[in-house]
């Protein structure tokens, strides 16, 4: 009896999974990509419905890859990702490789370890290029991809499975993974981030029914099985079928009859089902049968014959005998040899591709079949071992387990120390041989040291941190000089920053006490004090910096600033000293002369900010000298310096901020990790709102969320969230805005200390639009006490005041509201934007009522006007066409209802509109407004998309020209075609040729009153 004859038997009560599986092949198939993860307990049978999962997709015409999560692997760089690639890859000639890798794909090459692949330089940069390799790859030919055992994957493939799947629609693509849940040392974050996710169908396992249970034994057991026995082994296994069939081994080999009277016999074989079936084979075995299965256990249970007969010290014939002994002891199977491995797609799939070249920088056409990408010579380096037809696997994890642990601590220390060195001596990959070194105690082996390194350097290099970080932090128990693991220590707290800032602040506070030259030390102290304040010890983090400023030599101004910058700008958000305290040092750094590096740039940008946001217009200057010609985005993209200079920049209403911020989001795809990108696209998020394109906005917002999500950075919260809030609200969501408040995470009260400000202004937001007016005031003012408390009293960053002041006046203290208002609208008017002067102008003239009002009315909506502010303008409108309504001038109130309308829908202000419409019809207007057409109703994602289009680049060009899906592209093209009323590209061409270039479509002025 052996289970490798499992796939001959029936699947029984999985056919509700088997369904779902086979539809959403279907859905893929057919251009709907589809997440599938089956969830069970270790036997429950996952292995084997995926099993069925991909016959059903290889029926279907679909390229099948799998790869399978190992305990020995969880810390090698995307490991899972390169198991369901590098076999594929390994069979393509190199015409069909380079169009693989052809346009945005290209870094992938790196994370593969492909021959001539440029170094992904982030995190985020390897996901990205990732994800384009597999819409490359599906787009000849379906593609499915198969991932057993997630719960041991490693992390950077988890992230990336993240990563691809809000991104699924449009491809033909099948995902489907297997987890236990509630396995210890599980990487329990990712898999509840994607098991989570709207876009992942869960399919969960159960036990079998007891007549199901006694189905699998009576095929297992000889003769006919005793009811009661059957019972009985059901409820000893729960069950579980592989529980079943070891139970029905175990009797076998223990010679039990399926009596009634052996049923009480069967309580006692419960306990460790496998492992004891599996020792009683074992025991019978010759030694090196024992061997061979001890050295494929070490190897991570599955591995060439001759890597195992090597590792075990046999020679090949004794190898040969002892796999076939452990295949009738249904404990290793070979690995299926039937045929070739899949493949991405024929030469002529590849060819209708389209996949693009990259577009060039002149915006010139680029249109064409394969893109000339990276030639790739040679094969792949396999997984260990080579072919398919000499590979042994166990036949479950759990078998796997079950010899492992019979090794006992001392022997399975040496069977790693010696698979270590073999695959060294062997030639492989250096994390192969370091995945085995992290499961023994440093031996102080030079050897060693130098295998981990070069896995640190490889995972580092395929934006695999959490990889490196392992690979370091046992390299560090080996012996080392002083100077050796000064180097250590100060690489592994500076990729812990981006995996564990708790580890990293240890490994770099180390560094920093071994550092005797003054400069070494003033560069640690800039990590370690970045990463002190990631970890919310920021009077900690602010002494440090301080101190390190010091150290810096007189000639290295560059440095000296970085760190200043560093310091000045945590010490706005969290210092627990007054504005006051900072005032002499501040008007000190004002006076430097500027600094062409870019720690000069940084404190130009942080300076900007302070000044901005205490709502000085000398800040804006200040900000586009840091961050215009964009070299904080080619050497500091991650820094938060950057923040200040965009937020200034967009505050102040200048036409520019928008492009910067998309240059920076283009570099982020190209080489950024997801802590940059979680900030870029947060500041993005927030200038598309404060322009009113509400949909551009939660894009962004949303994206920033996710990017913290999947690296865990809990920074992002604070800023990406009330944003998130503000632009739901705008929608009418509240429901959404409520739980964005609640993913936030701040008590109640917030914090005295801290960015908190935006979120109580946000909440105050929420209360408002549920008509909780008392609340809606009180979280105002206290927006407005923690904004001042960090000397900051700019409207156009935080409205505490208007927001305060619509409530006070719904609850009858209009005169307080009125002083609020007329408060907001002299600051406004020192700092000169056109969005926050409007918008208090617009308040206060609410406030007033009257000719007086009307005329405030007017003159926020004139101001506005010309401006990006759409949203504001359309607000400005509404309320200028309501108050002449009521003051009976009906045909000028449908003149600005009407434009009110219009700007809100194209602003997707579902609240707004509704509002708008009412007093349209209140006004005595037969329609609901103006239907227009032209650049003006175009979202600016919408705007980009047709311009791109109307130059004859292809869809998929363009997905990768804008950072988006080729999906989105086609969603964006249907919305332009009807929106300009058109049903091709050549007639939205004639149309868009005429419009000048930009991403941002802007309204012309237009007269009011």
Not at 770 to 792: K, Q
Not at 845 to 855: A, I, K, R, W
């Given at each position: 009896?052996?289970?490798?004859?499992?796939?001959?038997?029936?699947?029984?009560?999985?056919?509700?999974?088997?369904?779902?599986?086979?539809?959403?092949?279907?859905?893929?198939?057919?251009?709907?990509?589809?997440?599938?993860?089956?969830?069970?307990?270790?036997?429950?049978?996952?292995?084997?419905?995926?099993?069925?999962?991909?016959?059903?997709?290889?029926?279907?015409?679909?390229?099948?890859?799998?790869?399978?999560?190992?305990?020995?692997?969880?810390?090698?760089?995307?490991?899972?990702?390169?198991?369901?690639?590098?076999?594929?890859?390994?069979?393509?000639?190199?015409?069909?490789?380079?169009?693989?890798?052809?346009?945005?794909?290209?870094?992938?090459?790196?994370?593969?370890?492909?021959?001539?692949g440029a170094p992904a330089a982030g995190d985020f940069a390897s996901l990205h290029s990732l994800y384009w390799l597999v819409a490359n790859a599906c787009k000849g030919r379906p593609?499915?991809?198969?991932?057993?055992?997630?719960?041991?994957?490693?992390?950077?493939?988890?992230?990336?499975?993240?990563?691809?799947?809000?991104?699924?629609?449009?491809?033909?693509?099948?995902?489907?993974?297997?987890?236990?849940?509630?396995?210890?040392?599980?990487?329990?974050?990712?898999?509840?981030?994607?098991?989570?996710?709207?876009?992942?169908?869960?399919?969960?396992?159960?036990?079998?029914?007891?007549?199901?249970?006694?189905?699998?034994?009576?095929?297992?057991?000889?003769?006919?099985?005793?009811?009661?026995?059957?019972?009985?082994?059901?409820?000893?296994?729960?069950?579980?079928?592989?529980?079943?069939?070891?139970?029905?081994?175990?009797?076998?080999?223990?010679?039990?009859?399926?009596?009634?009277?052996?049923?009480?016999?069967?309580?006692?074989?419960?306990?460790?089902?496998?492992?004891?079936?599996?020792?009683?084979?074992?025991?019978?075995?010759?030694?090196?049968?024992?061997?061979?299965?001890?050295?494929?256990?070490?190897?991570?249970?599955?591995?060439?014959?001759?890597?195992?007969?090597?590792?075990?010290?046999?020679?090949?014939?004794?190898?040969?005998?002892?796999?076939?002994?452990?295949?009738?002891?249904?404990?290793?199977?070979?690995?299926?040899?039937?045929?070739?491995?899949?493949?991405?797609?024929?030469?002529?799939?590849?060819?209708?591709?389209?996949?693009?070249?990259?577009?060039?920088?002149?915006?010139?056409?680029?249109?064409?079949?394969?893109?000339?990408?990276?030639?790739?010579?040679?094969?792949?380096?396999?997984?260990?071992?080579?072919?398919?037809?000499?590979?042994?696997?166990?036949?479950?994890?759990?078998?796997?387990?079950?010899?492992?642990?019979?090794?006992?601590?001392?022997?399975?220390?040496?069977?790693?120390?010696?698979?270590?060195?073999?695959?060294?001596?062997?030639?492989?990959?250096?994390?192969?041989?370091?995945?085995?070194?992290?499961?023994?105690?440093?031996?102080?082996?030079?050897?060693?040291?130098?295998?981990?390194?070069?896995?640190?350097?490889?995972?580092?290099?395929?934006?695999?941190?959490?990889?490196?970080?392992?690979?370091?932090?046992?390299?560090?128990?080996?012996?080392?000089?002083?100077?050796?693991?000064?180097?250590?220590?100060?690489?592994?707290?500076?990729?812990?920053?981006?995996?564990?800032?708790?580890?990293?602040?240890?490994?770099?506070?180390?560094?920093?006490?071994?550092?005797?030259?003054?400069?070494?030390?003033?560069?640690?102290?800039?990590?370690?004090?970045?990463?002190?304040?990631?970890?919310?010890?920021?009077d900690e983090a602010l002494a440090l910096l301080a101190r390190a400023e010091g150290w810096v030599p007189a000639h290295d101004e560059e440095l000296r600033r970085r760190l200043i910058?560093?310091?000045?700008?945590?010490?706005?958000?969290?210092?627990?000293?007054?504005?006051?305290?900072?005032?002499?040092?501040?008007?000190?750094?004002?006076?430097?002369?500027?600094?062409?590096?870019?720690?000069?740039?940084?404190?130009?940008?942080?300076?900007?900010?302070?000044?901005?946001?205490?709502?000085?217009?000398?800040?804006?200057?200040?900000?586009?000298?840091?961050?215009?010609?964009?070299?904080?985005?080619?050497?500091?993209?991650?820094?938060?310096?950057?923040?200040?200079?965009?937020?200034?920049?967009?505050?102040?209403?200048?036409?520019?901020?928008?492009?910067?911020?998309?240059?920076?989001?283009?570099?982020?795809?190209?080489?950024?990790?997801?802590?940059?990108?979680?900030?870029?696209?947060?500041?993005?998020?927030?200038?598309?709102?404060?322009?009113?394109?509400?949909?551009?906005?939660?894009?962004?917002?949303?994206?920033?969320?996710?990017?913290?999500?999947?690296?865990?950075?809990?920074?992002?919260?604070?800023?990406?969230?009330?944003?998130?809030?503000?632009?739901?609200?705008?929608?009418?969501?509240?429901?959404?805005?409520?739980?964005?408040?609640?993913?936030?995470?701040?008590?109640?009260?917030?914090?005295?200390?801290?960015?908190?400000?935006?979120?109580?202004?946000?909440?105050?937001?929420?209360?408002?639009?549920?008509?909780?007016?008392?609340?809606?005031?009180?979280?105002?003012?206290?927006?407005?006490?923690?904004?001042?408390?960090?000397?900051?009293?700019?409207?156009?960053?935080?409205?505490?005041?208007?927001?305060?002041?619509?409530?006070?006046?719904?609850?009858?203290?209009?005169?307080?509201?009125?002083?609020?208002?007329?408060?907001?609208?002299?600051?406004?008017?020192?700092?000169?934007?056109?969005?926050?002067?409007?918008?208090?102008?617009?308040?206060?003239?609410?406030?007033?009522?009257?000719?007086?009002?009307?005329?405030?009315?007017?003159?926020?909506?004139?101001?506005?006007?010309?401006?990006?502010?759409?949203?504001?303008?359309?607000?400005?409108?509404?309320?200028?066409?309501?108050?002449?309504?009521?003051?009976?001038?009906?045909?000028?109130?449908?003149?600005?209802?009407?434009?009110?309308?219009?700007?809100?829908?194209?602003?997707?202000?579902?609240?707004?509109?509704?509002?708008?419409?009412?007093?349209?019809?209140?006004?005595?207007?037969?329609?609901?407004?103006?239907?227009?057409?032209?650049?003006?109703?175009?979202?600016?994602?919408?705007?980009?998309?047709?311009?791109?289009?109307?130059?004859?680049?292809?869809?998929?060009?363009?997905?990768?020209?804008?950072?988006?899906?080729?999906?989105?592209?086609?969603?964006?093209?249907?919305?332009?075609?009807?929106?300009?009323?058109?049903?091709?590209?050549?007639?939205?061409?004639?149309?868009?040729?005429?419009?000048?270039?930009?991403?941002?479509?802007?309204?012309?002025?237009?007269?009011?009153?």
């Amino acid at each position: 009896m052996s289970t490798n004859a499992a796939p001959d038997r029936p699947l029984l009560e999985r056919h509700d999974q088997l369904e779902a599986l086979a539809a959403a092949a279907t859905a893929a198939g057919a251009g709907s990509g589809r997440f599938v993860l089956v969830a069970g307990a270790a036997g429950l049978g996952k292995t084997r419905l995926l099993a069925e999962a991909r016959r059903v997709a290889a029926r279907a015409g679909f390229a099948v890859l799998s790869a399978r999560g190992a305990e020995l692997e969880r810390e090698f760089g995307f490991g899972v990702v390169r198991q369901l690639a590098e076999p594929a890859l390994s069979a393509l000639d190199p015409r069909r490789r380079a169009a693989l890798f052809a346009g945005a794909a290209a870094p992938a090459a790196a994370v593969l370890d492909t021959v001539g692949g440029a170094p992904a330089a982030g995190d985020f940069a390897s996901l990205h290029s990732l994800y384009w390799l597999v819409a490359n790859a599906c787009k000849g030919r379906p593609l499915a991809l198969f991932c057993d055992d997630l719960h041991w994957a490693d992390e950077a493939s988890l992230r990336f499975l993240a990563y691809l799947l809000p991104r699924l629609d449009g491809l033909r693509l099948l995902v489907a993974g297997s987890a236990r849940p509630g396995e210890p040392d599980a990487p329990r974050k990712l898999l509840d981030l994607i098991s989570a996710d709207d876009a992942c169908r869960v399919l969960p396992l159960t036990p079998l029914s007891p007549p199901a249970g006694a189905e699998v034994l009576q095929a297992l057991l000889p003769g006919t099985a005793h009811p009661a026995f059957l019972a009985a082994c059901h409820a000893a296994a729960g069950g579980n079928p592989l529980l079943l069939r070891e139970l029905a081994e175990t009797v076998q080999l223990r010679g039990i009859a399926a009596t009634a009277g052996n049923a009480e016999r069967i309580a006692g074989l419960r306990t460790d089902a496998v492992g004891r079936r599996v020792r009683l084979w074992l025991d019978g075995l010759p030694d090196a049968g024992v061997r061979v299965a001890r050295a494929v256990a070490t190897l991570g249970g599955e591995a060439t014959l001759a890597t195992a007969a090597e590792l075990a010290g046999v020679g090949l014939p004794a190898a040969l005998a002892a796999v076939a002994d452990l295949e009738r002891a249904d404990i290793l199977r070979p690995l299926p040899a039937d045929g070739t491995p899949a493949r991405f797609g024929d030469v002529t799939d590849l060819e209708r591709a389209d996949i693009p070249r990259p577009l060039p920088a002149d915006g010139a056409s680029a249109r064409g079949g394969a893109g000339a990408g990276p030639e790739q010579g040679g094969a792949l380096p396999p997984l260990p071992g080579g072919g398919a037809s000499g590979r042994y696997e166990f036949v479950h994890p759990l078998v796997r387990t079950a010899v492992y642990e019979g090794m006992g601590l001392a022997g399975k220390a040496d069977w790693h120390r010696r698979a270590a060195r073999l695959l060294a001596a062997g030639g492989a990959p250096a994390e192969r041989g370091a995945a085995h070194l992290l499961r023994i105690p440093a031996d102080g082996d030079p050897e060693s040291a130098r295998t981990l390194r070069r896995a640190a350097d490889g995972a580092l290099g395929r934006g695999a941190p959490d990889a490196a970080v392992a690979y370091l932090e046992r390299c560090l128990a080996e012996p080392a000089g002083r100077e050796a693991r000064l180097e250590l220590l100060t690489r592994a707290g500076t990729a812990s920053t981006l995996v564990d800032v708790g580890a990293g602040v240890a490994y770099l506070r180390e560094a920093l006490d071994l550092t005797a030259e003054p400069r070494p030390r003033a560069v640690i102290a800039y990590t370690l004090g970045r990463a002190l304040s990631y970890t919310g010890r920021n009077d900690e983090a602010l002494a440090l910096l301080a101190r390190a400023e010091g150290w810096v030599p007189a000639h290295d101004e560059e440095l000296r600033r970085r760190l200043i910058a560093t310091r000045v700008n945590m010490a706005m958000y969290f210092t627990r000293h007054g504005a006051p305290a900072r005032a002499a040092e501040l008007a000190a750094l004002r006076d430097l002369p500027p600094h062409e590096s870019a720690g000069g740039r940084m404190l130009d940008c942080v300076l900007a900010m302070h000044d901005g946001m205490a709502g000085d217009p000398g800040g804006v200057p200040r900000a586009e000298r840091g961050i215009g010609d964009g070299l904080l985005v080619r050497e500091a993209l991650g820094d938060a310096a950057l923040h200040g200079g965009w937020a200034t920049l967009l505050a102040a209403d200048r036409p520019g901020a928008m492009g910067l911020l998309d240059a920076a989001v283009a570099a982020a795809h190209r080489t950024g990790s997801q802590f940059a990108l979680t900030g870029v696209l947060t500041f993005r998020g927030m200038g598309w709102y404060w322009r009113g394109q509400l949909a551009e906005a939660e894009a962004d917002l949303r994206g920033a969320i996710r990017a913290a999500e999947v690296a865990g950075i809990g920074a992002g919260r604070p800023f990406a969230g009330p944003y998130l809030m503000l632009t739901l609200i705008e929608q009418g969501r509240l429901d959404e805005a409520a739980a964005t408040m609640r993913w936030i995470g701040v008590p109640d009260p917030a914090p005295p200390i801290g960015p908190w400000y935006l979120y109580l202004d946000a909440r105050a937001a929420l209360h408002h639009a549920r008509e909780r007016h008392a609340d809606a005031a009180a979280s105002a003012l206290a927006a407005g006490e923690s904004f001042a408390r960090h000397g900051f009293d700019n409207p156009a960053f935080v409205p505490w005041r208007t927001r305060a002041a619509l409530a006070l006046h719904l609850l009858d203290r209009s005169a307080e509201a009125r002083e609020l208002a007329a408060e907001s609208l002299r600051r406004a008017r020192r700092w000169g934007a056109p969005r926050a002067t409007g918008h208090a102008l617009r308040v206060l003239g609410l406030l007033t009522g009257g000719p007086e009002g009307l005329d405030r009315l007017a003159e926020a909506a004139a101001i506005l006007a010309p401006s990006p502010a759409r949203l504001e303008h359309a607000t400005a409108l509404r309320d200028l066409g309501s108050a002449l309504r009521r003051a009976g001038r009906r045909a000028d109130a449908r003149t600005h209802l009407a434009e009110a309308l219009e700007l809100a829908q194209v602003c997707g202000a579902t609240v707004l509109a509704r509002s708008a419409r009412a007093e349209l019809r209140a006004a005595g207007a037969r329609a609901a407004g103006r239907d227009r057409s032209g650049p003006r109703v175009l979202t600016p994602s919408e705007y980009k998309v047709a311009g791109l289009a109307a130059l004859g680049h292809s869809n998929r060009a363009i997905a990768q020209r804008l950072f988006v899906t080729p999906k989105t592209v086609e969603v964006h093209l249907s919305s332009v075609y009807r929106k300009l009323r058109v049903t091709d590209r050549r007639a939205m061409a004639e149309i868009v040729n005429g419009w000048p270039e930009g991403g941002e479509p802007v309204p012309a002025p237009r007269p009011i009153g």
